[in-house]
């Protein structure tokens, strides 16, 4: 039987309210999301909100300049200023 290739949805709004998705998944993702539905619904670590949430270079939607390390901290309470610091620093 031949398997048919399963093409992979774009995530929306929506679904980041309604779902968690795993990181690799938000990757994918991250240029056709909000950014603050993004933080908000799901859960993400220091290295993705490094890298994709406070890296000019990914910011892809007009509201990313509402986004600093203090709005970060706001929605991923998880998170602590020096974890975001370290890893900016080491990138």
Request: proline share 2%.
């Amino acid at each position: 039987m031949v398997q048919q290739a399963i093409s992979k949805k774009e995530l929306t709004d929506s679904d980041l309210r309604n779902q968690q998705y795993p990181l690799d998944v938000l990757i994918e993702n991250v240029c056709n999301v909000s950014i603050s539905t993004l933080l908000k619904w799901q859960v993400l670590d220091a290295n993705f909100c490094n890298k994709y949430i406070l890296n000019e270079e990914y910011q892809c939607i007009e509201e990313t300049y509402l986004i600093t390390i203090e709005y970060v901290l706001k929605r991923q309470p998880h998170l602590k200023y020096e974890d975001l610091e370290y890893t900016w620093k080491h990138m």
